[in-house]
Protein backbone atom coordinates (compact mmCIF):
# COMPACT_ATOMS: atom_id res chain seq x y z
CA UNK A 1 0.00 0.00 0.00
CA UNK A 2 2.03 2.80 -1.50
CA UNK A 3 0.17 6.27 -0.54
CA UNK A 4 1.76 9.16 0.00
CA UNK A 5 -0.17 10.72 2.21
CA UNK A 6 0.20 7.59 4.87
CA UNK A 7 3.11 6.55 6.51
CA UNK A 8 3.27 3.92 9.21
CA UNK A 9 5.51 5.01 11.93
CA UNK A 10 5.81 2.18 14.15
CA UNK A 11 3.13 -1.09 14.17
CA UNK A 12 0.54 0.78 16.24
CA UNK A 13 0.79 4.09 14.60
CA UNK A 14 0.27 5.89 11.35
CA UNK A 15 0.90 9.75 9.95
CA UNK A 16 -1.73 10.85 7.63
CA UNK A 17 -1.39 14.32 5.79
CA UNK A 18 -4.52 15.42 5.47
CA UNK A 19 -6.27 18.79 3.24
CA UNK A 20 -9.72 19.95 5.04
CA UNK A 21 -12.08 21.26 3.40
CA UNK A 22 -14.46 22.64 5.70
CA UNK A 23 -18.13 23.81 5.80
CA UNK A 24 -19.10 20.64 3.00
CA UNK A 25 -22.30 19.67 3.36
CA UNK A 26 -21.35 16.25 4.71
CA UNK A 27 -18.01 14.81 5.71
CA UNK A 28 -16.68 12.82 3.04
CA UNK A 29 -13.06 11.34 1.70
CA UNK A 30 -12.52 13.54 -1.80
CA UNK A 31 -9.45 12.06 -3.34
CA UNK A 32 -6.32 13.67 -2.70
CA UNK A 33 -4.69 16.92 -2.86
CA UNK A 34 -1.13 18.11 -3.19
CA UNK A 35 -0.24 14.58 -1.73
CA UNK A 36 -2.65 14.77 1.25
CA UNK A 37 -5.77 13.10 1.27
CA UNK A 38 -8.38 15.54 0.92
CA UNK A 39 -11.42 15.53 3.50
CA UNK A 40 -14.36 17.40 3.40
CA UNK A 41 -15.80 18.20 6.90
CA UNK A 42 -18.91 19.92 7.56
CA UNK A 43 -18.30 21.82 10.80
CA UNK A 44 -17.16 25.55 9.67
CA UNK A 45 -13.51 26.05 10.48
CA UNK A 46 -14.43 28.58 13.85
CA UNK A 47 -13.55 27.80 17.36
CA UNK A 48 -11.96 24.41 16.61
CA UNK A 49 -14.96 23.21 15.45
CA UNK A 50 -13.80 21.56 11.79
CA UNK A 51 -10.82 20.09 13.89
CA UNK A 52 -13.14 18.82 16.07
CA UNK A 53 -15.46 17.25 13.64
CA UNK A 54 -11.94 15.66 11.70
CA UNK A 55 -10.91 14.00 14.21
CA UNK A 56 -14.49 12.28 15.14
CA UNK A 57 -14.82 11.42 11.39
CA UNK A 58 -11.28 9.83 11.26
CA UNK A 59 -12.11 8.23 14.79
CA UNK A 60 -15.27 6.42 12.53
CA UNK A 61 -12.71 5.94 9.82
CA UNK A 62 -10.08 3.74 11.63
CA UNK A 63 -12.42 2.67 14.16
CA UNK A 64 -10.53 4.42 17.28
CA UNK A 65 -11.19 6.53 20.05
CA UNK A 66 -10.97 10.38 19.51
CA UNK A 67 -8.17 10.20 22.07
CA UNK A 68 -6.11 7.93 20.00
CA UNK A 69 -6.10 10.86 17.38
CA UNK A 70 -3.72 13.77 17.25
CA UNK A 71 -3.45 16.97 15.37
CA UNK A 72 0.72 17.07 15.04
CA UNK A 73 0.67 20.42 13.17
CA UNK A 74 -1.46 22.51 10.98
CA UNK A 75 -4.17 23.05 13.89
CA UNK A 76 -5.31 26.06 12.24
CA UNK A 77 -4.81 25.62 8.49
CA UNK A 78 -6.37 23.28 5.82
CA UNK A 79 -3.30 21.04 5.70
CA UNK A 80 -2.50 19.15 8.78
CA UNK A 81 -0.53 15.73 9.76
CA UNK A 82 -2.35 13.36 11.86
CA UNK A 83 -0.78 10.57 14.29
CA UNK A 84 -3.39 7.94 14.63
CA UNK A 85 -2.83 5.29 17.28
CA UNK A 86 -4.19 1.86 15.75
CA UNK A 87 -4.17 -1.67 16.55
CA UNK A 88 -0.99 -3.80 15.49
CA UNK A 89 -3.64 -5.40 13.37
CA UNK A 90 -5.27 -3.09 11.69
CA UNK A 91 -5.67 -3.71 7.42
CA UNK A 92 -4.72 -0.16 6.47
CA UNK A 93 -5.11 -1.11 2.96
CA UNK A 94 -8.24 -2.40 3.56
CA UNK A 95 -9.49 0.77 5.07
CA UNK A 96 -7.63 3.00 2.64
CA UNK A 97 -9.29 0.48 -0.51
CA UNK A 98 -12.53 2.04 0.65
CA UNK A 99 -12.17 5.25 -0.87
CA UNK A 100 -10.19 4.28 -3.45
Sequence with gaps: MEK???EKIRPDLVRLKIWVQPGAKRNIVDGTHDNCLKLKIKAPAKDNKANEELI???AE???VKKKD???VSGQK??????DIKIKKNTDL???IKRFF
Design 4 to 6: EFL
Design 56 to 58: KFL
Design 61 to 63: IFN
Design 69 to 71: IEI
Design 77 to 82: TRKKII
Design 93 to 95: TKI
